[in-house]
């Protein structure tokens, strides 16, 4: 038998060496609010918000990245389109590393936020 859940991704966790930078950051590039949560275990995280009860989302985490080009890639929904995302990205002090990528589903481009993480942007087909 193979596993076919709804979804195989379910959470994902991006570390951050400030917290603070970083909540600004993708506050401003994804034009959204993540909640800072202080009471879930030793450290403080910021959720990304969700549109429905058992959403997938994740958090950003006081940790250590991993060095740049090295660690997973995230990809994030842009809240208007590729291009204007990837400018906000940019101004707000990440490094974008592609030109917008096509497939069936939409466009992406790559990029390393404040921290080296690498972020994917992607804009789905209208």
């Given at each position: ?42 450290n403080h995280i910021a ?54 990528i096509p497939i069936p ?16 942007m992607f804009a789905v087909?209208?």
């Amino acid at each position: 038998m193979t596993f076919k859940p709804d979804n195989f991704n379910v959470w994902m966790e991006i570390p951050v060496s400030d917290l603070d930078k970083a909540i600004e950051f993708y506050n401003n590039v994804f034009k959204t609010e993540l909640n800072l949560i202080t009471d879930m275990g030793p450290n403080h995280i910021a959720m990304f918000p969700c549109n429905c009860e058992n959403g997938i989302a994740g958090h950003l985490y006081p940790g250590k990245p991993a060095p740049k080009g090295t660690g997973p890639t995230i990809h994030l929904a842009c809240p208007d389109t590729l291009e204007e995302t990837m400018e906000r990205f940019a101004k707000a002090g990440g490094e974008v590393l592609s030109d917008p990528i096509p497939i069936p589903a939409g466009r992406f481009a790559y990029g390393e936020d404040l921290d080296g993480n690498s972020i994917g942007m992607f804009a789905v087909n209208a």
